[in-house]
């Protein structure tokens, strides 16, 4: 059977568990050149420019047979059919006969076209898209921020978990334009409120409450009043106020410095973090029966390095915001491989930034890899570091099955990450994990 009969849709295929639910389900989610398209992985597939091909590849540099992909038991796996501009994985290009195993979040360039591997999403899912007004992901990220944005409408404490960078703030705007509570949004950064002003920045004070005080302040709360606040790096409050802030949380009143008479308030609280509300409960630093009032939903928002197929379509909107008025930029495979492989540690801000630096600092009309920042190539604990290079040897070592379950489970069923710790490529991994009958699915958390 050639390369190319062996592509053929098979009737009944699928069958059931086709929306994805069954372990080893993925998605080929290709991002450039032109629109995202999905391509699931239900049988033996090649890629390439020649017609008879499922999978037709865009870019003009691909082969007639560009790349094959075939499941080996519970591992998919990818090779490259001796095309003449190659096929990467994770930024390595494959040698012929290397099979390489992939798993959500591999990055895949078969010549100029370039794609993310991603669990299969349910069917009908619109993919990338505006979740809500200024808010911009796919799957993962709806999933994380979908139950908040059903709530908007309710008084409902909220809590956005996630790491700098990573857009609470917009998710918070996002949550009060949905909910159309007729007050203003405003936000606190905690972490800017000296310790000696918390109180009166919360609360508001009255004139002469304290040294310095000249005139009547609202605070914070009651600026928001029939509106939303968000109190972000909330974890950093001083223990002083948080019993103050309980009672404007709890049954909406909030006594200003320097007043006798309580002031009552209609306040939607959102609260931000970057480390985690419970450890800092654990550790004394955070009231109990406060986190508990400020937990009511909780939201934990993914890195960007854990929707790596969410990149490619930010930068090409920040790109175009940044160029209103200039001519578009278009961008070379190879710089969109690296953008893919960063790990942008600083998240959605990070990369906008980077979009914006390749606006003012472009000579041309194509952005170059050579013309990315030097941080974004070489990415630290990136992609390209985290999943080993191809290899077809078997294991150095004798490992034990209790091994391999202790590390996959340090790594919550993550292939690159329990690789690296054994010191294995992913293809040996993924074998130690068959011939232990392991099921990954168990030790995701």
Not at 339 to 363: G, I
């Amino acid at each position: 059977m050639s390369h190319l009969d062996s592509t053929a849709p098979r009737a009944g295929r699928e069958g059931p568990g086709s929306d994805g639910s069954r372990h080893g389900e993925l998605v080929v989610r290709f991002v450039h050149p032109g629109a995202p398209r999905d391509v699931p992985l239900t049988a033996p597939t090649v890629v390439g420019r020649d017609e008879r091909c499922v999978v037709r590849l865009a870019g003009a540099g691909a082969s007639r047979q560009h790349a094959r992909f075939e499941r080996r038991g519970p591992v998919w796996m990818v090779e490259d059919l001796q095309s003449r501009n190659g096929t990467f994985v994770d930024g390595h290009r494959l040698s012929a006969g290397d099979r390489v195993a992939v798993e959500p979040g591999t990055v895949l360039r078969f010549s100029d076209d370039c794609a993310v591997v991603v669990r299969r999403p349910p069917a009908g899912s619109p993919g990338f898209r505006e979740l809500a007004p200024g808010l911009w992901g796919s799957e993962l990220l709806g999933a994380a921020v979908g139950p908040a944005l059903r709530a908007a409408g309710d008084r409902l404490s909220l809590l956005i978990c996630g790491a700098t960078g990573s857009g609470k703030e917009r998710v918070a705007r996002a949550v009060h334009e949905a909910s159309r509570r007729a007050g203003e949004f405003v936000a606190l950064n905690c972490a800017a409120v000296p310790e000696s002003l918390a109180e009166s920045e919360l609360f508001g004070a009255r004139r002469g409450a304290f040294s310095g005080s000249v005139r009547d302040t609202d605070g914070v709360v009651r600026s928001a009043h029939r509106g939303t606040l968000l109190l972000d790096e909330v974890l950093d409050l001083p223990p002083s106020v948080q019993a103050k802030l309980l009672r404007a949380v709890d049954v909406g009143e909030v006594l200003p410095v320097g007043e006798t008479r309580v002031a009552e308030v209609d306040v939607r609280f959102i609260a931000a973090v970057q480390g985690s509300l419970d450890e800092a409960v654990a550790r004394g630093h955070f009231r109990e029966d406060l986190a508990a009032r400020l937990d009511g939903l909780r939201v934990v928002l993914p890195a960007l390095r854990e929707r790596r197929e969410d990149v490619f379509p930010l930068f090409r909107r920040a790109l175009d915001a940044f160029s209103a008025g200039r001519p578009p930029l278009g961008l070379e495979p190879e710089a969109v491989e690296a953008l893919l492989l960063h790990d942008w540690p600083q998240n959605v801000r990070e990369l906008e930034q980077c979009a914006r630096r390749a606006v003012v600092t472009a000579d041309g009309p194509m952005i170059s890899r050579a013309q990315l920042p030097e941080k974004v190539l070489a990415p630290r604990g990136g992609a390209a570091h985290a999943r080993a290079a191809p290899s077809r040897s078997g294991p150095p070592r004798a490992v034990s099955r209790e091994e391999v379950v202790a590390i996959l489970t340090r790594a919550n069923g993550v292939v690159s990450e329990a690789a690296r710790a054994l010191g294995f490529t992913r293809q040996k991994t993924y074998r130690l994990i068959e011939e232990h009958g392991i099921d990954r699915a168990e030790l995701r958390p």
